[in-house]
Nanobody, 123 residues
Framework: QVQLVESGGGLVQAGDSLRLSCAAS????????MAWFRQAPGKEREFVAA????????FYADSVKGRFTISRDNAKNTVYLQMNSLKPEDTAVYRC????????????????WGQGTQVTVSS
């Protein structure tokens, strides 16, 4: 059973930065593609960023491209999301997710989910 635990959320002002972390259990982390999704009140969960098992391939939603960076440290079983130039529209619960196999951007492709961490950006 893969367990994912997010941390690093908080309340910040527009223009500030946050770094989210997702710690994973299990022995297969280095074979899993990982991703971040977010869900704002009244909206569907949307893709934010994804990274391949080796870290060599990344994808970003257009809304965060150039501001967010996904990375991973397989030795620590951890994936990160560095968020810069935060905007109020980034306010959401951010969840990390994992899957066995290649990188995907569709939430239905992910098997393992964390409980989420709240990011609130004030104007």
């Amino acid at each position: 059973q893969v367990q994912l635990v997010e941390s690093g959320g908080g309340l910040v002002q527009a223009g500030d930065s946050l770094r989210l972390s997702c710690a994973a259990s299990g022995r297969t982390f280095n074979r899993q593609a990982m991703a971040w999704f977010r869900q704002a009140p009244g909206k569907e969960r949307e893709f934010v960023a994804a990274i391949s098992s080796s870290g060599g391939i990344t994808f970003y939603a257009d809304s965060v491209k150039g501001r967010f960076t996904i990375s991973r440290d397989n030795a620590k079983n951890t994936v990160y999301l560095q968020m810069n130039s935060l905007k109020p529209e980034d306010t959401a619960v951010y969840r990390c997710a994992g899957r066995n196999g290649p990188i995907k951007t569709e939430r239905t492709e992910y098997n393992y989910w964390g409980q989420g961490t709240q990011v609130t950006v004030s104007s």
